[in-house]
């Protein structure tokens, strides 16, 4: 039993630290490839689990053989645009100006059924609403409407808008995210100076604090009922 416990625990870290060098663009693409790779990282992985007579070093070595060939292909793709079709593939265009592409749907095996509930999931229940839908190389599909068919933009109304920043945690169960602070301009005196505003010496006291996109300060506080008190108490970044 401890035997396999040592191995789960190495070989999950191993996994882990694969996953990690393969980084976030690899995982988030999930082309064929990228599937290939993840399914025989978890086969690889599990097998010396399962069987105590497969070496430990053999399931490692062939799991960092499959994290090298993974990153010298990835480089490959991004000097190659010929090796990178060949590896992942290329959109296919399912809908052009408007009109279907029978050939092309009839090349990937897609009914028109497929294809007219891929475009209720995106909201988009008819066909006529678009000019054009792509089927990506990771299986998702890319619908354009038409210009009647598009949401109103501020800039279709001739309004000018505001800068607005990304929303940031600031606090999170009374831990400081001071690198968030700092992205937002914000001071950590300042921040204290709110809190103070609001009868909060520490941070501990703080079940959540963030900055929307306005830069407006909300604050959870923790108090004894479950839910925490939501307090907004710096607006637009004054």
Do not use: W
């Not at 060949?86 to 090349?107: H, Q, W």
């Not at 990771?138 to 933009?153: F, M, Q, W, Y």
């Amino acid at each position: 039993m401890i035997i396999i416990l040592i191995r789960t625990f190495i070989l999950y870290l191993v996994v882990l630290f694969v996953l990690r060098v393969m980084g976030k663009g690899e995982l988030s693409k999930m082309d064929p490839f990228q599937m290939v790779i993840l399914f025989m990282i978890a086969e690889l992985a599990s097998l010396p689990i399962e069987s105590p007579d497969v070496s430990l070093l053999n399931g490692v070595t062939a799991l960092f053989s499959l994290l090298f060939l993974q990153v010298l292909i990835s480089v490959l793709s991004l000097k190659s645009e010929r090796f990178k079709k060949i590896i992942t593939g290329t959109p296919s265009i399912l809908i052009d100006k408007g009109a279907l592409d029978l050939r092309e749907m009839k090349r990937l095996r897609i009914s028109i059924d497929d294809l007219v509930e891929q475009l209720r999931l995106k909201n988009y229940p008819s066909i006529a609403d678009l000019d054009y839908a792509v089927l990506e190389v990771n299986g998702d599909l890319s619908v354009i409407p038409t210009p009647n068919k598009r949401p109103v933009t501020p800039s279709d109304l001739s309004i000018t808008m505001k800068e607005e920043t990304i929303p940031m945690v600031l606090i999170s169960d009374g831990v400081l995210y001071m690198q968030n602070l700092c992205h937002l301009g914000i001071s950590e005196n300042e921040l204290k100076s709110e809190l103070l505003k609001q009868q909060i010496t520490h941070y501990k006291n703080v079940f959540l604090c963030y900055a929307d996109e306005k830069k407006n300060l909300h604050i959870y506080q923790h108090n004894d009922s479950k839910n925490p008190i939501k307090h907004i108490v710096k607006e637009g970044g004054k």
